[in-house]
C-alpha cells in the first residue's frame, strides 16, 4: 500500500516504520530536526519487539508524494487543524485519513478540511516517543491499533490496512465500532490524567485508597455519559472494566503538551466530579493518597494543585 505517515512521533514513527519495513510504500512528513535525521540516516526505532530502521523517503512537503492510499495522520491535536489543512496533495478519490490521536474531536475536524468521506477512526495503545532527531523508542504498550470507519462499515480500504498491518506483525483490529473504543480511551485519559495531575501520585496509589479511586470511577461515568449523549453506546460496565488492573488500555498515552487540547471535556467532567465529591464530604479523594494537603486551584480535578 501506499502510505503517508502526518507527524512521524512516537505512534506514527512506530507504525509507519513497522509497515515500510514489511514492504509498503511509505512516505514521512515531517519537519525540523527530526526531518533532517530521517532523510541523513533512516528512520530508527528501538523497540522492545526488536530494533529497525527504515529507508524512508521524508519531506515538510506533502506534494512530493503525491495522493496515497492512506493517510496515518498522527499530529498532536493542538497541530489537528494546521496539519488537515495541507493534506491536500496526499488526497486521492478514495484516500482514507486515519487519526491516531487522543481525543474524540479530531475526525470531525479533519473532516471540515478533507470531507467527512475521507476520515476514519483509529486509536493507537503504546508507549513511544522521539527521543532524539530520527530516533523513535518503543518503551511499553501493547503497541496495538485499532480503526474503523465512523459508520462501522467494513470497507475494501479498512480491510487492505488490516491485512497490511498483520503482515507487518502490527496487533491491529477493526472494531465493530471504532467511536466506543474512542471514548472508552478518552474516558479513561480523563480520569488518570485529573487524578494523577490532582494528587501528583501514580494511578496505582490512587487505586490503593477508596475515597480518591471513587472519584476516578466518577468521572469515567459522566465521560461514559457524554458519549451517550453524544450517540455513542457505550455500556454500563464500562466503569468497571475501566476499573480492573489489566485493562488492556495500558498503552494510552498522553503528555502534558496536549492537556489544552482536552480541556473542554477535561474540565467539563472534572468540575462535576469536584461537586460531587465536594457535596458528599469527600475532600480526602485529593489528598488521602500522598498524606498531603493540597489546594487546588479550579477545579479540584484535572488541574495541578499547590501546596500550602
Known sequence: ???????????????????????????????????????????????????FIAAVPASDDPAEFGPCEVVLFCVKSYD???????LGPLLGEDTAV??????????????ATVGEGRVVGGAAFIFSSVVEPGVIAHTGGPARVVFGELNGAR???????????????????????????????????????????????????????????????????????LARAEGVSLGEDVVEDLGQPAVRLDGAQIGPDESSATA?????????????????????????????????????VGCIGREK
Open 155 to 225: 470497507t475494501t480500504r479498512v480491510e487492505r490496512l488490516l491485512v497490511a498491518s498483520h503482515r507487518a506483525g502490527i496487533d491491529a483490529d477493526i472494531p465493530a465500532d471504532i467511536r466506543v473504543v474512542l471514548w472508552t480511551k478518552f474516558a479513561f485519559i480523563c480520569a488518570t490524567a485529573g487524578m494523577t495531575a490532582g494528587v501528583r501520585l501514580p494511578l496505582g496509589e490512587i487505586r490503593d485508597c477508596p475515597e480518591s479511586w471513587a472519584v476516578f470511577r466518577h468521572i469515567v461515568a459522566e465521560v461514559a455519559a
Open 1 to 51: 500500500m501506499k502510505i503517508a505517515v502526518v507527524g512521524a512521533g512516537g505512534v506514527g514513527g512506530y507504525f509507519g516504520g513497522r509497515l515500510a519495513m514489511a514492504g509498503n510504500e511509505v512516505a514521512i512528513v515531517a519537519r525540523g530536526p527530526h526531518l533532517t535525521a530521517i532523510r541523513e540516516r533512516g528512520l530508527r526505532v528501538r523497540s522492545a519487539n526488536g530494533d
Open 264 to 300: 473542554g471535556v477535561i474540565f467539563l467532567v472534572a468540575e462535576r466530579a469536584a461537586f460531587e465529591a465536594e457535596r458528599e464530604s469527600r475532600p480526602q479523594a485529593i489528598t488521602e493518597p500522598g498524606k498531603r494537603p493540597i489546594f487546588l486551584e479550579g477545579s479540584a
Open 80 to 86: 489537528t487543524e494546521a496539519a488537515a489543512s495541507r
Open 98 to 111: 486515519i487519526s491516531l490521536q487522543n481525543g474524540v474531536d479530531n475526525e470531525e475536524k479533519i473532516a
